[in-house]
């Protein structure tokens, strides 16, 4: 059972906007599927209440974004609603963080809720294995450069050349982000994306586009950035 509680004590989740489905999506007999066009009309207006609230796209927060329409007993039973709630995050898997205070302009003013710097792992091919929050004033090896969307239509999931896209894409943030052309990023640094393919079919087909160092044994030195970096040496440890 869900307990509501007040924003100022420690809670997990916060609902930020309640919407009704209408017309053909209100006359199924059944809740619209996952992957249908009234789930991906839920997910918009869910992500426009998010932006309201945040004050920016909340792919650039560490939060995560959750669309609830009601069960099926409860569908039968007339109920048409679609709930959107956010929650605070500190990693790639989404395991939500308790909090207290509500996620309220949390891209706004100082934005406290916004993806900076991180530290990534990597499994033994020297792929990503995951990502999580840290503080620029401590070690950390990879900052974040950007939300990239990419819009290919009719994909249950995204493809190989959605996926190249993203990449593409996030490789020229990664560029903007240092100050320098595509052709003269350092050599010691990578580029990598986050993102859920579970939820490409509601609509959510942003990617967080991160910049790295190459080796993860050689951190960038505590209140060091990337940005503007140029062709300057990498500030590591």
Known sequence: MRTVASCAEVHKS??????????????????????????????RECAEAAQETLGGDWHAAWTNLRVFVPSAAAWTGGARWFRC???QIDNDVNVVKDRSGSLRDGLRGQRPLAITCARYGVFNDGS?????????????????????TVTPSGLARPDDDALGDAFDG????TARYLSVRLDRVPRALRGFYWHDDDAWAR?????????????????????ATLAGLGTKPVPTV
């Open 85 to 87: 709630d956010l929650v």
């Open 14 to 43: 916060e609902t930020i906007h309640v919407g009704q489905f209408t017309g053909d999506h209100a006359e199924r007999l059944t809740p619209p599927p996952a992957s249908g066009p009234g789930a991906r009309l839920a997910y």
């Open 203 to 223: 609509g959510d087909q942003s990617f967080r586009c991160f910049v790295a160092v190459l080796d993860i044994d050689k951190p960038i030195q505590p209140g």
């Open 128 to 148: 990503v294995s995951g990502v999580s929050t840290a503080p620029c004033t401590s070690r950390h090896t990879a900052e974040f450069t950007g939300v990239l």
């Open 170 to 173: 996030c490789w020229e943030l």
